[in-house]
């Protein structure tokens, strides 16, 4: 892949806590990066930045085209703009 390639959005799965030993949130983490070291450690910051405690993240991706639907699509296009996309979603128990 050239530099000038335009790099895939990653998505991560995972789940995450705002508080230690609280209700699980299912997460899914939308973002580019140049490896899956750069994008989990990316991922990792973005969900300290938004209050959460712990996180464990499963499965790490590249998409293979453009989310049909909300709220994932927006995700996809934060990520294409540089950011770091957060969908949650309830987890059962």
Known sequence: MNDN?????TIIAGRAWKRKGGKPEGVHLMLVAPDDDSAVRRALESL???GYAEAEL????DLDGVPDEEPHLS??????????SIVTFDVPL
């Open 58 to 61: 499963d499965q790490i991706g």
């Open 48 to 50: 300290a930045a938004e």
């Open 75 to 84: 995700a996809y296009q934060g990520a294409l703009e540089g950011e770091v």
């Open 5 to 9: 390639d335009e790099r895939p959005v």
